[in-house]
């Protein structure tokens, strides 16, 4: 099975990467297309800071507060804020880039064109700077590399 890969630049915009996240989870449930459409997400940036240290700390001490009563139920929501703020700004320093692998069959050769032409022409990819590689490409090889390496 040919994989064929897009590669969307959105710079330090969160905003649109969040965007182009969600459509691409709404396409997979509403598609089915579970295995043929995988996406990853690469940051490069900013190194890590003791902001994003802090929320795993906070993660450690929520553990503490089992069983202690309603209070508990405060802090968490207080601690969960907390770090999505702190968390936020770390994030948008970095430089974001979407991996999107399509893997369709030999029989599905029309469903994969489509989806190569319709992906990069949808909203939030559009100021994107899409890139297509597949197989043969220059650019395949590596692209396949990193997409692999990424969690």
């Known amino acids: 099975m040919a994989h ?5 630049d959105f710079a330090k915009d969160e905003e649109k990467a969040q965007q182009a996240r969600h459509k691409l989870e709404g ?4 598609f089915r297309l579970d ?11 900013a190194a890590p800071t003791d902001g994003e240290a802090k929320p795993a700390k906070a993660e450690k001490d ?4 089992k069983g202690k009563g309603k ?29 999107v692998r399509l ?3 030999g029989h599905e050769k029309l469903s994969e064109q489509r989806w ?3 992906i990069p022409s949808e909203d939030p990819f559009q100021g994107a700077s899409p890139v297509v590689a597949k197989p043969g490409d220059a650019s395949f090889e590596s692209t396949e590399k990193q997409f692999d390496e990424l969690a």
Request: net charge positive.
């Open 62 to 65: 929520k553990g503490k507060d």
């Open 103 to 105: 893997a369709f069959s």
């Open 116 to 118: 190569v032409q319709r």
């Open 71 to 99: 209070d508990k139920g405060k802090d968490k929501g207080k601690t969960s804020a907390a770090a999505i703020v702190e968390a936020a700004p770390a994030a948008s320093n970095d430089d974001i880039r979407l991996l």
């Open 27 to 30: 396409w997979k449930q509403a």
């Open 4 to 8: 064929i890969y897009l590669t969307f």
């Open 35 to 45: 295995k043929k459409l995988l996406y990853k997400i690469e940051r490069t940036g």
